[in-house]
């Protein structure tokens, strides 16, 4: 029986619950053995040891197949042990056979974070804000272990944001894949570059107000006010602006207007009350 709470015996009654809805928030991998299956009795607690070591970083989910035998035709298993592992619902890696503890720790490793890796993230970003140049020369030694390593890539480029290497953000940024949190973060940090540039041409807020206040149908007037108050970070009184602009100039709005909407919702929230208010005010404007 498993005794870790990171090993879960699962059958056909639960595999829904324990692997697929469960595998999206964490993955999930499915041992196929069977206790007459002297190769599974060699790999299971290898991948039992291994997994409980990550922390709850990924789960593994036992299946007899002598026991489910639906199951394991459902996932055409012909020899055992057959491994699967399962994220957002589908079988992203996969192996059949027992694998030596270093193989399944780099099979995992594809999976879910490494501890080691894992802990010298934490160590960095805890120093992001104390010793910047500490954490960029952990964040290197990261990169240098593992070029695809995206925490890594996501705290250099936040690093570079905060000493305004804007120019240097985009090559740490370029492989990481879009969706999920990792690519929010590459978002946000886009946007806040994108901001800090806008900040070099901003106009004068006084000005641009005096202009509306003589000419309230002055796109341009609404558009720059909005940029201007975006880079002192007034987000709601920026986004009030822009939606004015896209309601005068609905091509500026299109445009310059909509671009700059999006930076704004990624640095807020692109599901928070703001960005999902606006939003829907300037689809009714232009659509």
């Not at 804000?129 to 995206?150: F, G, R, V």
């Amino acid at each position: 029986m498993a005794t870790s709470p990171y090993v879960l015996n699962v059958d056909e009654s639960n595999f829904q619950t324990e692997v697929v809805e469960r595998s999206m928030k964490t993955p999930v991998v499915v041992d196929f053995w069977a206790p007459w299956c002297g190769p599974c009795r060699a790999l299971t607690p290898l991948l039992e040891k291994a997994i409980t070591a990550r922390n709850g970083d990924v789960i593994l989910a036992k299946v007899n197949t002598d026991e489910n035998p639906n199951l394991a035709a459902y996932f055409q298993i012909e020899g055992i042990p057959a491994v699967k592992a399962v994220h957002q619902g589908q079988i992203v890696l996969q192996f059949e056979g027992v694998l030596a503890a270093e193989q399944i720790e780099e099979f995992l490793n594809q999976i879910s974070p490494d501890p080691k890796a894992k802990a010298a993230k934490s160590s960095a970003a805890n120093l992001e804000n104390s010793d910047p140049a500490k954490a960029e020369a952990e964040y290197q030694k990261l990169l240098e272990q593992t070029p695809d390593n995206i925490d890594a890539r996501l705290g250099l480029a936040r690093l570079r944001l905060a000493a305004g290497k804007l120019d240097d953000i985009e090559s740490m940024l370029e492989p990481i894949p879009p969706g999920g949190e990792q690519g929010a973060e590459a978002d946000r940090i886009r946007a806040e570059r994108d901001l800090q540039k806008l900040a070099l041409t901003a106009r004068d807020q006084a000005a641009l107000q005096a202009r509306i206040a003589a000419n309230s149908e002055d796109a341009v007037a609404h558009y720059e006010l909005g940029c201007a108050l975006a880079v002192q970070r007034q987000f709601e009184p920026a986004l009030k602006h822009l939606v004015s602009a896209a309601e005068i100039d609905r091509d500026l709005g299109r445009s310059k207007v909509r671009e700059l909407m999006v930076r704004i919702f990624q640095i807020v929230g692109v599901r928070s009350d703001l960005a999902d208010d606006y939003r829907t005010k300037l689809q009714r404007t232009l659509y």
